[in-house]
C-alpha cells in the first residue's frame, strides 16, 4: 500500500482514549514550544511494528476539557518531533440516522461552532497573517488509506460526514442539535477545531476517527448519560484501535 510515511505518524487520542494499548515505549518526552506546555507528554513507541508518536488530547489522565486544551502547543509539539501526518482518534455524539452509538466515521467535512480558542499560528511577526485554504480539512489521501484499513480489519466505517464542533464542555442542547442537523453535520464533537486547521496551517496532513459515543441530544428517547457514553466508547474504541493497526501494518515505511 503506497501511503504516507509512517515514520513521522501521530496519533492524538481523545476520550476513551488516553494511552494506546499494544503501544511498546520507546521513549517519553515532555516538550515546551513557543506556545507553552503541550496536553501530556509525546510518547513514542512502536505499534505493528512501527512507530508512532502518541499524545493524549485531554492529558493522561483526563483532566483538561476541551475549550482548555492547548491545541496550538499540541500541533506544534508533534511538528518539533517530526510528525507530519496526524490520526486524530475523537469521542463524537451521532446526529443523522447512520451516526449509531459505537460507530465509526471517517469525516470530511467540518462546521465550526467554537469560540475565544487560539486558533492560528499566523498572528506575530515570524508569523504574518495567512489565508490558507480550507476548502478539504480532512487530507484525502490519509482520508482514503483510513477507510482501506477499516475494510482490512472488518471494521465497519461511514467514509463521509460532516463534524460539527461545538465549545463544551457542556453538551448541547436539543435546539442546538436541530440546527446543526440543517447545517448539514452529521458529528457533533468539542475538539475538531482548531486542531485540524493548525495542523493544515504547518503543512501537517490531518484526519479524523470519530467514535460515536452517544445519540446528540433529542435523537433517542431520555437524556444522555455518562454510563451510555462510557459502554459506547469500549466498543468503539476497539473498533477503532482494530483500525489504527490495520493502517500502520499496511502502510509503507
Same mark, same amino acid.
Given at each position: 500500500m503506497t501511503n504516507l510515511h509512517l515514520t513521522k505518524?501521530?496519533?492524538?487520542?481523545?476520550?476513551?482514549l488516553t494511552q494506546l494499548a499494544d503501544l511498546t515505549?520507546?521513549?517519553?518526552?515532555?516538550?515546551?514550544?513557543? %506556545? &507553552?506546555?503541550?496536553?501530556?507528554? +509525546?510518547? =513514542?513507541?512502536?505499534?505493528?511494528?512501527?512507530?508512532?508518536?502518541?499524545?493524549?488530547?485531554?492529558?493522561?489522565?483526563h483532566t483538561i476539557p476541551p475549550h482548555k486544551i492547548n491545541y496550538r502547543a499540541n500541533i506544534w509539539g508533534l511538528k518539533q518531533l517530526g510528525v507530519d501526518n496526524i490520526i486524530a482518534v475523537a469521542a463524537v455524539g451521532g446526529i443523522s440516522p447512520a451516526m449509531a452509538p459505537a460507530h465509526i466515521a471517517i469525516p470530511d467535512q467540518?462546521?465550526?461552532?467554537? %469560540? &475565544?480558542?487560539?486558533?492560528?499560528? +499566523?498572528? =506575530?511577526e515570524d508569523y504574518p497573517v495567512t489565508h490558507i485554504d480550507f476548502s478539504f480539512p480532512y487530507?484525502?489521501?490519509?482520508?482514503?488509506?483510513?477507510?482501506?484499513?477499516?475494510?482490512?480489519?472488518?471494521?465497519?466505517?461511514t467514509q463521509t460526514g460532516t463534524y460539527g464542533c461545538t465549545q463544551g464542555p457542556r453538551l448541547e442542547t436539543i435546539a442546538e442539535i436541530t440546527r446543526m442537523e440543517q447545517d448539514g453535520?452529521?458529528?457533533?464533537?468539542?475538539?475538531?477545531?482548531?486542531?485540524?486547521?493548525?495542523a493544515k496551517e504547518i503543512g501537517m496532513a490531518y484526519a479524523s476517527v470519530s467514535v460515536i459515543a452517544n445519540w446528540a441530544a433529542g435523537k433517542s428517547a431520555g437524556e444522555i448519560t455518562m454510563a451510555e457514553i462510557e459502554q459506547n466508547l469500549h466498543?468503539?474504541?476497539a473498533n477503532?484501535?482494530?483500525?489504527?493497526?490495520?493502517y500502520i501494518a499496511m502502510a509503507d515505511d
Open positions: 505518524l501521530g496519533i492524538i487520542g481523545g476520550t476513551g515505549l520507546i521513549k517519553r518526552e515532555s516538550l515546551t514550544t513557543p %506556545y &507553552g506546555q503541550p496536553s501530556a507528554d +509525546f510518547i =513514542t513507541g512502536e505499534l505493528a511494528g512501527k512507530t508512532v508518536v502518541f499524545l493524549a488530547r485531554h492529558g493522561n489522565p467540518l462546521i465550526d461552532y467554537s %469560540y &475565544g480558542r487560539k486558533h492560528t499560528f +499566523f498572528e =506575530t487530507n484525502p489521501k490519509l482520508r482514503a488509506a483510513l477507510c482501506a484499513a477499516a475494510a482490512q480489519a472488518g471494521v465497519a466505517v453535520c452529521d458529528l457533533v464533537g468539542m475538539t475538531g477545531m482548531p486542531e485540524a486547521a493548525l466498543i468503539g474504541m477503532a484501535a482494530k483500525l489504527l493497526k490495520a
